[in-house]
């Protein structure tokens, strides 16, 4: 599961205000086919796939996670294999914050709804988060949609930029805004930030210690070659992260197959966790066609290994598993 960050995006007309989602997820290169099916709605942006599009807010977001990132001696690479979707169009610099974090925050489980907005500023491994245009009216859409129960029942975060523009024309603290303590009490906690990093020092609440960020090893990867079904012939590499590697045709998950050319494949199949370091452990997640390993159903976390076969369903696309670094053989 990944973490969603919703943005505010405000418009001349007020009916049309809504919290665009922006979220990241590992990714491979992408095949002819797949280039050809890009939704252009959803505001694809890949990196380094520099081709397909990278918008200004993009470079803006990638850059300054990687220059926060090297300068806290935090390993960056795995920012290459990254791509970040958005539901509506995120272009404009208020949406920078927000898929910043989509970036940072990508191996959360969801336990949180977050709300970011601001635009990202500074010089070498400082960034800044900048105030931005129509604070109050983000504040009052935020608003409405928890009073709507539109938010969920999770704990909602919102981080803004320490100052709103006010009318006539000078920076103002946004926790003097009375909206913010309207928002409090109905469980929404703004949080103003004037730094990225800033948002990574947050105790328990954020980060979790045993996030990849924090990790200055390099990652566990697994290979994935697709042999029957939609993918056949494509290979996709993965990081294993503490939260594991989920196959689905769900876009939330890692491994995504075809909804209609895959439909033995259930939303979300089947998961392969590692433990101890090197071990690799696939479990179904209750699929409706189940999960095979080397023509074999699972029913509980089967340990695999190097050259495994995968069936996600009888008669469903097949791949083989090879594991980076290789298991050490017993």
């Known amino acids: 599961m990944t973490q969603f960050i919703l943005i505010p995006a405000i418009t001349e007309e007020k009916r049309n205000n809504k919290l665009l989602t922006a979220y990241a ?3 491979g290169p992408l095949s002819e086919q797949d280039r050809a099916a890009l939704d252009k709605q959803r505001s694809l942006i890949t990196f380094p796939l520099q081709e397909l599009g990278l918008t200004a807010t993009g470079f803006s977001a990638i850059d300054s996670v990687r ?3 090297a300068g806290q001696g935090h390993v960056f ?4 294999s990254q791509r970040l979707y958005c539901s509506g169009k995120c272009e ?3 949406a920078e914050h927000g898929m910043a974090l989509a970036l940072l925050l990508r191996d959360r489980t969801g336990e949180l709804t977050i709300i970011a907005t601001g635009t990202l500023g500074g010089a070498g491994n400082k960034i800044t988060i900048e105030t931005v245009a129509k604070i109050p009216e983000k504040l009052q859409l935020v608003l409405e949609q928890q009073q709507a129960g539109k938010l969920g029942d999770k704990k909602t975060i919102f981080f803004t930029p320490q100052f709103y523009k006010a009318l006539d024309g000078e920076n103002q603290p946004i926790k003097d805004l009375p909206i913010t303590l309207v928002l409090a009490e109905i469980g929404v906690d703004v949080i103003p ?3 990225l990093s800033e948002i990574l020092q947050i105790p328990g609440l954020l980060m979790p210690a045993n996030s990849s960020i924090n990790k200055t090893l390099p990652m566990q990867k697994i290979i994935i070659n697709h042999i029957l079904g939609a993918k056949t012939k494509q290979a996709e590499i993965r990081e294993i992260t503490d ?3 989920s196959f689905g045709r769900d876009e939330s998950c890692q491994i995504v197959f075809d909804p209609e050319k895959d439909d033995s494949v259930s939303r ?3 998961k392969i966790d590692i433990k101890n370091g090197n071990q690799f452990f696939l479990t179904d997640l209750n699929s409706r066609n189940g999960t095979y390993v ?3 159903k699972i029913s509980a976390p089967t340990e695999l290994a190097a050259g495994d076969k995968v069936q996600l369903g009888k008669n469903g696309p097949l791949f083989s598993v090879d594991l980076d670094p290789r298991p050490q053989q017993s």
Do not use: F, Y
């Not at 690479?77 to 290459?80: K, N």
């Open 25 to 27: 997820m590992p990714a």
């Open 77 to 80: 690479g795995w920012l290459d």
């Open 193 to 195: 930030v004037s730094q």
């Open 92 to 94: 404009g610099s208020s």
């Open 67 to 69: 220059r926060l990132l």
């Open 294 to 296: 080397n023509e074999k």
């Open 268 to 270: 979300v199949h089947c």
């Open 243 to 245: 939260t594991g590697i």
